[in-house]
């Protein structure tokens, strides 16, 4: 083999040996570039997906705990508006149904139609409710001879005559008081009963006018 020959051939090998070993380099160059591209890019990832869930997750649960404490504040809210609204137009809601039923309590009974006069309700502590009616003829006489007709009925009593005067206020027992009588201008039924130690014992007294069609019942509790 001519040494022209053999130099070239040296020459080839050669460069093929460092084109290989440059080419490994590279790969490892290029590999190690991507391991960290890819760790830039799942770093990059992890954090904007952290960034961008992260505060929506907080977000939720803390819109979760705002809706919860909506709610329950619009619930106490109108609880409140409703007990307010109850207390400051109770008396525009008293209805002949309310009527009835408070009568009935004291087996006083209406047949006939009857309007409401006045309703008038009010106290906290010294609770009291007052309502006239305009009753007819006919009730107001069966009225007032069953006030006339009952046992302990009095044709006259003292002036300001009050049951409640000298009775006890507080009692365990189902104790109660009646008296029926007249006075001046009506004929009188009232009712006290002494209630337990802790509640304000009840007075009731109904009322029929010997001279108009009226009927006035009130309740005290103080």
């Known amino acids: 083999m001519p040494p022209s020959s053999k130099a070239e051939i040296y020459a080839t090998v050669a460069y093929t040996q460092s084109l290989a070993r440059k080419i490994k ?4 160059k290029y590999n190690g570039l991507i391991r960290d591209f890819l760790g830039t890019f799942n770093f990059t990832f992890h954090f904007d997906y952290c960034r961008t869930h992260l505060p929506c997750l907080l977000a939720t649960k803390k819109n979760w705990k705002e809706k919860i404490g909506l709610w329950l504040s619009g619930i106490l809210t109108i609880g409140l508006l409703t007990l307010i609204m109850a207390t400051v137009f109770e008396d525009q809601f008293f209805f002949k149904s309310d009527a009835k039923e408070k009568l009935k309590e004291q087996n006083v009974e209406l047949i006939d139609d009857f309007k409401i006069v ?11 409710h007052q309502f006239r009616l305009t009753i007819s003829p006919a009730d107001k006489e069966r009225l007032i001879d069953q006030i006339k007709s009952a046992g302990n009925y009095q044709d006259a009593v003292q002036d300001m005559f009050d049951l409640r005067s000298g009775k006890i206020r ?3 027992k189902n104790t109660l008081f009646t008296a ?19 509640y304000t014992p009840t007075w009731d007294r109904i009322s029929i006018s010997k001279t108009e069609n009226i009927l006035t019942y009130e309740k005290i509790l103080d």
Not at 181 to 196: G, H, L, V
Request: aromatic fraction near 30%; proline fraction near 3%.
């Open 170 to 172: 507080y009692s365990d």
């Open 25 to 28: 380099d590279d790969t490892y």
């Open 180 to 198: 029926n009588y007249q006075d001046e201008w009506n004929y009188i039924y009232e009712y006290y009963k002494p209630n337990k130690q802790g």
């Open 118 to 128: 006045s309703n008038e309700s009010g106290g906290f502590m010294d609770y009291f």
